[in-house]
């Protein structure tokens, strides 16, 4: 659950204050007059993440590579046109309104087309280690998504709240340097694009650049929070010394209920930046801390098989064992006994999904050490989902016997 609470929470932060904000400035700026335009691109935007996020996990139609590209080019150019159409205002006459709220509508559709699809994929990539939709296990990794998407949501309401109530300059120039900090990750991330897949010739500074901008994706959304906490601090300034006139007590308890409301938003926010810093770090680093993994137990090796004595595995644990190659790759393989029954659960350490990370024992239960999948014990051994790669053994003479010609078959996974 933590694991897909910190991913949606980083997938959805930087999307929802920028669209928080970006929505607050063109309502500033243009009133009603801009809201087909935004009404439109929030449809068309949500719309076509739904449909890539469809082909995406459908089908491998989609070069997720090449269709960023597509977006980040998109994205500047609406961009760069909307700062040319506010420097030259008034002398776009009828189209003063028009142009720039035609850009931002853009920029918002790119913006969800470019962060909403990873997210609405979370769930079939859930699936992909989980038997059904109705299992427990299921369910609580979608909820933890689900936390994410409300808490990123909460926080780009009140930001959307919070910059309404600024001066239309201010709003325009937090919403700039937003953007132009998402404008600078995507420009990098194209570079990455365009060098890994031979488009453009290899060059030093640009891989450089491009790697560390992929490195820090975290400090983007934060460089974000930053921009955006300016709405909820200007706003409690403010609150602070409000001098605006009033000629009797209802206008004045008028004025005094606008500001509490005003406050309360500015504290939803920085409450909202808390959490998401606090999601980013401490839950993340709570969620992803390595599980040491149970040491490789001693096993006979004779005729050209691992040798197990049921002695050695009858007691309902997790046990592991391994064979070192001639490459020098320790090939791991884990018995346990099945509950209430005298059969063994028998796989490679590794599954097909999730690699080598392997398993460890919990509370009686087998979990996937990647993706916190908790194994049915009595399904191990058989394929399908999160399950250990089935390898080949026999039983002999009270003895688990797992040749290791079957297992040289697998010496590629742990590599």
Known sequence: ?????????????????????????????????????????????????????????????????????????????????????????????????????????????????YFVPAFLEMPHTILLTEETVASTAFIVKVLGMLLGFLLTGLMGVSIYQGTLCISRKTALLLTSLALLGNTFKQVAAAFGILLAKRMIPSNHFLFVTSKYASNLSDWFIYFTILIAAAVPVILLMKSLSVTEPYENSAQHRKILAKWRKRRRWSTVSLVCFALVILTMTAVSAYANKEVELSPIEDAKIEDGSVIVPFDQVNDGHLHRFGYTSDGGVVIRFIVIQKPNSSAYGIGLDACEICGETGYYEKDGQIVCNLCDVVMNINTIGFKGGCNPIVIDYRIENGNIVVPLEGLLEYESEFK
Do not use: H
């Open 1 to 113: 659950m933590l694991k897909y609470l910190v991913e949606s929470t980083e997938q959805l932060a930087s999307l929802m204050m920028m669209a928080g904000m970006l929505l607050a400035y063109i309502r500033i700026a243009y009133q009603d007059r801009a809201g087909t335009a935004m009404r439109c691109s929030l449809a068309a935007g949500l719309i076509s993440a739904i449909v890539m996020a469809v082909f995406k996990t459908m089908t491998s139609k989609v070069d997720t590579g090449i269709w960023n590209l597509y977006i980040y080019a998109v994205s500047l150019l609406a961009l760069i046109l909307f700062w040319v159409f506010t420097i030259l205002g008034k002398r776009l006459k009828k189209l003063e309104v028009l142009l720039p709220s035609v850009m931002m509508a853009v920029e918002l559709a790119m913006l969800l087309l």
